[in-house]
């Protein structure tokens, strides 16, 4: 069975990056057309900046993995403080409950991403250079 690299690892994180950054960018004309809110508009910019850094990633660009974890480490904290925030003013879920389930998703998919980064970095140390 092939064993998975620490590479193996920050591609599959560079690609989650990526695909949520052109998610977000493809997503701003919407949120402009439809919400109008400007929320919505910069949560979007905010993901965009996941394109060029999953690109950076996959091009192994040498301060794309540790600008990643500043990244998900901040976003992490930024969503777990909404996340707080919903569960302890149930007023701010006006649009239903939608919000409580992507939010817990979003935050489940960040944590996962960021211990894949950090099981990386620690694993990088210990693979002999090929």
Same mark, same amino acid.
């Given at each position: 069975?092939?064993?998975?690299?620490?590479?193996?690892?920050?591609?599959?994180?560079?690609?989650?990056?990526?695909?949520?950054?052109?998610?977000?960018?493809?997503?701003?004309?919407?949120?402009?057309?439809?919400?109008?809110?400007?929320?919505?508009?910069?949560?979007? @910019?905010? +993901?965009?900046?996941? *394109?060029?850094?999953? %690109?950076?990633?996959?091009?192994?660009?040498?301060?794309?993995? /540790? !600008? $990643?974890?500043?990244?998900?480490?901040?976003?992490?904290?930024?969503?777990?403080?909404?996340?707080?925030?919903?569960?302890?003013?149930?007023?701010?879920?006006?649009?239903?409950?939608?919000?409580?389930?992507?939010?817990?998703?979003? @935050?489940? +998919?960040?944590?996962? *991403?960021?211990?894949? %980064?950090?099981?990386?970095?620690?694993?990088?140390?210990?693979? /002999? !250079? $090929?």
């Amino acid at each position: 069975m092939p064993r998975i690299t620490a590479r193996d690892a920050q591609v599959f994180v560079g690609g989650a990056f990526a695909f949520e950054g052109l998610h977000a960018l493809l997503r701003i004309p919407h949120s402009l057309a439809i919400h109008g809110d400007q929320s919505f508009v910069i949560s979007d @910019v905010v +993901g965009v900046f996941g *394109l060029p850094l999953g %690109l950076a990633i996959l091009f192994k660009n040498i301060f794309a993995v /540790p !600008i $990643a974890l500043v990244y998900l480490c901040l976003d992490v904290l930024v969503t777990g403080v909404f996340l707080f925030l919903l569960l302890n003013k149930p007023e701010l879920q006006n649009r239903g409950d939608f919000i409580l389930r992507d939010t817990v998703i979003i @935050v489940i +998919g960040q944590v996962v *991403l960021l211990a894949l %980064l950090f099981w990386s970095r620690q694993k990088q140390g210990q693979e /002999p !250079i $090929a």
